[in-house]
Nanobody, 119 residues
Framework: QVQLQESGPGLVKPSQTLSLTCTVS??????????WSWIRQPPGKGLEWIGY???????YYSPSRKSRTSISRDTSKNQYTLQMSSVTPEDTAVYYC???????????WGKGTQVTVSS
């Protein structure tokens, strides 16, 4: 059974960098053809895909946030991370990690973690 769990600070100040970690169990993030995404849901809005990191370490980001988004991984810990710089209150959302690359392909999700951007 694949399980994912988000962790990181729940409060970030404007202009600072949001940093979250997804810990994966039940599957290796280096297994061929597995992809690992970050998604968020602002209050009262739908899901927004942020980007993914693939089994080889390749990354792909939503063009709207590409310039300030970075996804990386630590294969020894079976973890991958999200860093989003220059955050504003508009980045306040529940952040999820999920296995897959597209909405229909997300077969496993973390429970989500609330991140609030506020001074």
């Amino acid at each position: 059974q694949v399980q994912l769990q988000e962790s990181g600070p729940g409060l970030v100040k404007p202009s600072q960098t949001l940093s979250l970690t997804c810990t994966v169990s039940g599957a290796s993030i280096t297994t061929k053809y597995y992809y690992w995404s970050w998604i968020r849901q602002p209050p009262g809005k739908g899901l927004e895909w942020i980007g993914y990191i693939g089994y080889s370490g390749s990354t792909y980001y939503s063009p709207s946030r590409k310039s300030r988004t970075s996804i990386s991984r630590d294969t020894s810990k079976n973890q991958y991370t999200l860093q989003m710089s220059s955050v504003t209150p508009e980045d306040t959302a529940v952040y999820y990690c999920a296995k897959g690359v597209w909405t229909a392909d997300f077969d496993y999700w973390g429970k989500g973690t609330q991140v609030t951007v506020s001074s």
